[in-house]
């Protein structure tokens, strides 16, 4: 393990004091990792996001470096939680060219954005974009279906000439619902909500969507096809893997049955689903077959107009800002909220240490990575950038990372996957106090709901359980219950919550852990 860790052996120290970077705020640490989260989050508005994507110079604009021309000739479909705003921002720039559009958003969205002053996301009064609100409660129902129904008549009547605008965003796929006959919608959605509740991955449960949907898995497109497809995409999936996005509507996808089959069987559920399912699957080869003098791929344009990545260096600008050092860990951190909160545990240890930290720390940090989607790579990279920051006092540090983690659900409280990483957080950094209460650790949905309740995250410190415990709160029977959310409620200071309210976007999760400058033992004997 010495042979692996030598290279992060830091740098001789500089043992100068005023080398440290200063801070330049006088807010608290709290305060500021809700500033670095809100910045985030405004980097990936849906308005912002359209706004730097499309330039137009009159008939002529420029997509992710293609020139298309415009000529009474645009057509505009979407689906998605952000979509509404991102279609408003579309119409702004390009009215005089819609002929028509149809986009399916949540239930509820344009009373919900009225209600909170965001009318610039919403549609003209006039507007020839036709706006269906379905799937509550983010499942799909026959509000959604119609709207993939008209979304589908729409491109299957574009010619040549035509461009069809594609705006997608987080939450996609039950706004498309589409299933291939004979399957009812009740009878996809059964299958996909067994999948889920016996712990499929999203990659699974999007194969088996796309096996069973008419327009995912490039549906769409085939059915716009020959048509020039131009899909702009705010990506809620780590890794922005273009296929997986709402389920790859825009991206040709050769479905095969037998993977399908492959992860019903991997959770014993292929021999209770419906006979209209086994039908479809028990039909050999890829569902989408090349078009007749050629495919559908050169017509189609993808662009990932928004992502985590986006939003952490957006982030990190901030906290340089704030008076930290900003470091990315990773924009794909994944796996048990458990293992999670022990990395940043462990993350912290390793920069907060007085002198060089014990090689254990940094050996179990590794052997943590391919359980929280971590590469070695990254890790090593991030222990060298703290160790460097903490002999030679570069002050306080910002790691910051982006990712969607998980939670076993054992008890039946409220909470989300943000609020509980918060606060098992919290229970392994007890302890490790630093001035000013520091470390301070942030998680956050950047859709500004974590789980069925009004906050996106918590903000949490070393000094929680301290705090926890002058109340008589136990936090352990309250992560035994999933019940984060009621925890933070009940805390008498009340501000441990996150709650940004309607952020109208979503790129997955952003992780704030904000580590003060640990003391530096300062030899001045030459």
């Given at each position: ?127 020839c974009i036709e706006v269906i609100e379905g799937a509550k409660h983010n499942l799909p129902d026959t509000d959604a279906q119609e709207a993939a129904d008209k979304i589908k008549q729409l491109a299957s009547g574009l010619t040549e000439k035509d461009l069809l605008l ?63 497809v131009v899909a702009l995409i705010l990506s809620d999936v780590i890794g922005d893997p273009l296929d997986l996005i709402a389920s790859g509507p825009t991206v040709k996808t050769e479905v095969w049955p037998e993977e399908v089959l492959s992860v019903l069987e991997q ?260």
């Amino acid at each position: 393990m010495a042979r692996v860790l030598s290279f992060l052996r830091p740098k001789p120290l500089l043992a100068l004091v005023e080398r440290r970077k200063p801070l330049f705020s006088k807010m608290s640490l709290d305060s500021r990792a809700r500033e670095v989260f809100a910045k985030a989050v405004r980097a990936v508005h849906p308005d912002t996001v359209v706004r730097q994507s499309i330039e137009r110079k009159e008939d002529l604009i420029t997509i992710d470096g293609h020139k298309l021309a415009l000529n009474n000739n645009l057509y505009l479909v979407g689906f998605g939680k952000a979509v509404l705003g991102m279609a408003a921002e579309v119409e702004r720039i390009l009215s005089d060219h819609i002929v028509k559009g149809v986009i399916s958003v949540p239930h509820g969205i344009q009373e919900t954005l009225r209600q909170h002053g965001k009318n610039h996301l919403l549609l003209k009064e006039n507007s020839c974009i036709e706006v269906i609100e379905g799937a509550k409660h983010n499942l799909p129902d026959t509000d959604a279906q119609e709207a993939a129904d008209k979304i589908k008549q729409l491109a299957s009547g574009l010619t040549e000439k035509d461009l069809l605008l594609v705006l997608i965003s987080g939450g996609g796929s039950a706004l498309l619902p589409a299933p291939v006959p004979p399957i009812s919608l009740k009878e996809k959605l059964d299958v996909t909500r067994r999948l889920a509740g016996a712990g499929a991955t999203i990659q699974e449960l999007n194969t088996v969507r796309r096996a069973l949907s008419l327009l995912k898995g490039g549906g769409l497109a085939h059915f716009a096809h020959p048509a020039q497809v131009v899909a702009l995409i705010l990506s809620d999936v780590i890794g922005d893997p273009l296929d997986l996005i709402a389920s790859g509507p825009t991206v040709k996808t050769e479905v095969w049955p037998e993977e399908v089959l492959s992860v019903l069987e991997q959770y014993n559920l292929l021999d209770s689903v419906p006979a209209s399912v086994k039908e479809v699957l028990g039909k050999p080869g890829p569902r989408w077959q090349k078009q007749p003098g050629g495919g559908q791929e050169a017509n189609v344009i993808n662009a990932v107009i928004g992502s985590n990545s986006i939003a952490l260096k957006s982030a990190g600008r901030r906290a340089s800002e704030l008076g930290f050092r900003p470091v990315v860990l990773s924009l794909g951190v994944s796996g048990d909220v458990k293992l999670v909160s022990r990395l940043y545990s462990l993350l912290a240890q390793f920069a907060c240490s007085r002198e060089e930290p014990p090689p254990e720390i940094a050996a179990e940090v590794l052997r943590l990575g391919p359980d929280v989607g971590v590469e070695t790579w990254d890790l090593c990279r991030t222990m060298q950038v703290l160790d460097e920051g903490r002999s030679e006092g570069w002050g306080a540090t910002c790691l910051l990372a982006g990712g969607e983690p998980t939670v076993e659900l054992k008890g039946k409280g409220r909470g989300g996957r943000n609020q509980e990483l918060a606060l098992r957080v919290a229970v392994e950094l007890q302890g490790m106090d630093l001035p000013p209460k520091g470390p301070v650790f942030l998680s956050g949905g950047t859709d500004g709901q974590d789980g069925p309740t009004e906050a996106a995250g918590a903000v949490t410190d070393s000094g929680l359980c301290e705090e926890a415990k002058s109340q008589g709160l136990d936090i352990n029977t309250f992560l035994d219950n999933n019940d984060s959310f009621t925890f933070f409620s009940k805390l008498s200071s009340g501000q441990r919550l996150l709650v940004p309210g309607l952020t109208c976007t979503n790129v997955m999760d952003v992780h704030v852990l904000l580590i003060p400058s640990p003391p530096i033992n300062i030899n001045y004997g030459i």
